[in-house]
């Protein structure tokens, strides 16, 4: 019998009268992976920072955690020998896990020195063999590099070094995944099943990716409101669910692949022609200026009236450069972007503002881009500053309470706060102030990588209807290959700052060209449920 390394009893935590999570009880062998999945706010992470003592101190917490058969209730002091030593946890966001200001090998070899009376030098040495275990190696992996150097997957792999260096028998995965591109994650994901197989721990991986929890996870726990409401082995789980809502959860995960594309005699509303876009590097001698690096190389593309587009590429594709040109938020250094068959990259003054109106943005993080002192009639009425004349404030009020209703919010919400909507309403919240100049075209950039599969599944039917109902046409920048599939009427490939492959999203998904899509499709986790 394997040892068992993890087990919860009864555990409980509530922070006034709310009660976040529920008599919840879970045990984690040595050598297994256990997928902790549910909905935003139904209390996984919470779980995770309960595991790890480090609930805010509001948080009254009841039960029983053990480690390898010892109580985890103890004082902080005591929990700093354990956190590191017996329990590792990698965050969702590496970029805010990470000191900005230290290299990365310090970061690493401060656990060990923190722990273990060690030198510096063999404190290096051991963070140089992290490295290369989570596979850091050579350049990409150099101690003096720091974290902006780095790609979202390097970064992710630096997190998961400093959690692994001491060896803990646990190691506690939050979203380790979600902001990552297909093959970065695939790289990720090696790395945590090739560290428990090697080091025979125990793993507890929280996602709301269910096709990644089928391929890693050896036993699921789906969460609900705070409560365990169905597990059990992988298999069992998601192929064949006994409770309603881990039906729904698979059902909702499982997109369709959308159908043939639109014919395309409909008007070109965004027109990309051979944009470049280049940034400065470091000056790495007094004599000689480094070469500019090209984010963007000679790209074109076309976007129709009522058409849904999507940009798919590998982090450092160069696609959010591509859509800081497009909105005119960078200037390239060569080419043009035309909107509705005008010259929206140099136009000027009234003709700026009258063409900006045509094409808006939804973000990846609405909350993050959202004045968080506003109401909402506030922030969905910012771009009016747009218009010619702006409305009057009852013809304001008017269409904010439309277009809240347009995104199935009420005209009551417009006078609350974004604080007090959940993660799907706040999307929908900055759908519709994208929506309030009626424009021609709407970015997205990842704008629902963060969102769990009901709430994916509810946001992709909107902008579906929407898209239809008004003869919107939507630019989709994701890493997702699974929203772009079913979404996207037709699909560009972005590799190295160049387009390498354009089609309709049925035939690039089905029987891709280029060697890097087929690369892409190949890395793309699937859940299959029949």
């Known amino acids: 019998m394997t040892a068992q390394l993890l087990q919860i009893e009864g555990l409980g935590v509530a922070i006034g009268a709310t009660r976040i999570v529920k008599n919840l009880s879970l045990e984690v062998r040595a050598g297994e992976i256990l997928g902790l999945a549910g909905a935003s706010g139904s209390g996984k992470s919470m779980t995770a920072l309960a595991i790890m003592q480090l609930l805010p101190q509001a948080a009254v917490i009841t039960g029983t955690v053990r480690l390898r058969g010892a109580t985890l209730s103890r004082s902080e ?67 003096d590099r720091f974290p902006y150097e780095l ?18 028998p646990l190691l506690i995965a939050d979203e380790p995944t979600t902001a990552l591109d297909v093959i970065a994650q695939a790289q990720v994901l090696s790395v945590l099943r090739e560290l428990v197989r090697t080091r025979n721990m125990g793993l507890v991986l929280i996602t709301h990716d269910l096709a990644v929890l089928k391929q890693l ?22 192929l064949r669910p006994r409770q309603p809502y881990t039906a729904a959860l698979v059902a909702a995960a499982s997109i369709s692949p959308k159908g043939a594309a639109r014919p395309s005699n409909a008007a070109a509303v965004l027109q990309v022609c051979g944009i470049t876009r280049e940034y400065p590097r470091k000056r ?8 500019p690096l090209r984010a963007v190389d000679d790209v074109s593309l076309c976007i129709h009236a009522g058409e849904t587009v999507g940009l798919v590429g590998e982090s450092g594709a160069g696609k959010s450069s591509l859509l800081r040109v497009i909105l005119a938020l960078e200037r390239a250094q060569s080419g043009q972007v035309r909107l509705l068959g005008e010259d929206f990259s140099a136009a000027k003054g009234a003709d700026r503002y009258r ?4 094409i808006q943005a939804v973000f990846q993080d609405p909350y993050g881009s959202f004045d968080p002192r506003w109401t909402v009639e506030r ?51 900055a ?56 979404l996207a009427e037709r699909v560009y490939v972005m590799q190295n700052g160049r387009i390498v492959e354009e089609g309709s999203t049925e035939t690039l998904f089905g029987s891709p060209r280029h060697a890097y899509t087929q690369a892409l499709v ?7 449920v029949k």
């Open 77 to 143: 002091d005591e929990m700093l020998e354990v956190r590191g030593r017996d329990l590792g946890m990698v965050f969702q966001e590496p970029m805010t896990a990470l000191n900005p200001l230290m290299r990365i090998g310090d970061q690493v070899a401060e656990t060990l020195r923190l722990h273990r009376a060690m030198s510096a030098s063999e404190a290096r040495h051991a963070a140089r063999e992290a490295l290369d275990l989570v596979g850091l190696t050579g350049e990409q992996g150099a101690l």
């Open 151 to 168: 790609s979202g997957g390097q970064r992710q792999r630096v997190a998961i070094a400093m959690a692994v260096v001491m060896a803990p």
């Open 217 to 238: 996870a050896d036993r699921v726990a789906i969460m609900h409101l705070g409560e365990i409401v169905e597990q059990g082995l992988t298999a069992e789980v998601l």
């Open 284 to 291: 790495r001698s007094l004599w000689h200026a480094a070469a």
């Open 355 to 358: 063409l900006r109106r045509a």
């Open 379 to 429: 922030l969905i009425g910012e771009p009016f500053f747009l218009l010619g004349t702006p409305p009057s404030p009852l013809e304001r009020r008017r269409r904010v309470a439309a277009a809240l209703e347009q995104v199935g919010l009420s005209a009551a919400d417009a006078r609350r706060l974004p604080r007090e909507f959940s993660g799907g309403e706040r999307q929908r919240i």
């Open 431 to 486: 759908i519709a102030r994208a929506l309030i100049t009626e424009p021609a075209v709407i970015a997205f950039d990842e704008a629902l990588s963060a969102l769990d599969v009901l709430l994916r599944e509810q946001v992709l039917k909107l902008l579906a209807e929407l898209a239809q109902r008004l003869n919107v046409a939507y630019l989709f920048v994701s890493h997702d290959l699974h929203v772009v599939r079913a």
């Open 522 to 528: 190949a890395a793309t986790l699937k859940l299959q």
